[in-house]
């Protein structure tokens, strides 16, 4: 699939509505992020007439620990696989705490590049868009 303008141009010519409501996911909702689980959420919400459109999640980087930091980017990072297995085109981070933003920033960074690879937009709620 092309990415250029045209591509994009080409695709949204043959674009109609549906009868479909985009809706917002909290993460602390699901109980799951295991693949059988998304698969089952996202067969029920379609039968329902609902097409997760963004996956919401908190995001605490509150300790200088390495390891810490390490581990909260891995938690984000299966949320972003389960943002893209439901088929949602963002996942929004909010950023409750940072206490040492030269290891968070990068980590997050990461992360957005994951997203962009899976196909979901990375967003923080600081309004930064991460790149």
């Known amino acids: 699939m092309s990415t250029t303008p045209d591509g994009i141009e080409g695709t949204l010519r043959g674009c109609r509505p549906a009868e479909i409501d985009p809706i917002v996911i909290d993460a602390a909702d699901l109980d799951s992020t ?8 996202k067969a029920e919400l379609s039968a329902r007439g609902y097409q997760p459109a963004t996956l919401s999640v908190d995001a605490c980087f509150d300790c200088e620990d390495t390891l810490a930091t390490q581990r909260e980017a891995d938690r984000l990072r299966e949320f972003v696989r389960a943002a893209a297995f439901l088929g949602a085109g963002r996942i929004e981070v909010r950023l409750d705490e940072v206490s040492d933003p030269t290891a968070a920033d990068p980590a997050l960074s990461a992360l957005a590049e994951r997203a962009r690879r899976e196909g979901v937009e990375l967003v923080r709620t600081d309004g930064e868009t991460a790149a």
């Open 34 to 41: 295991a693949p059988a689980h998304l698969r089952d959420l």
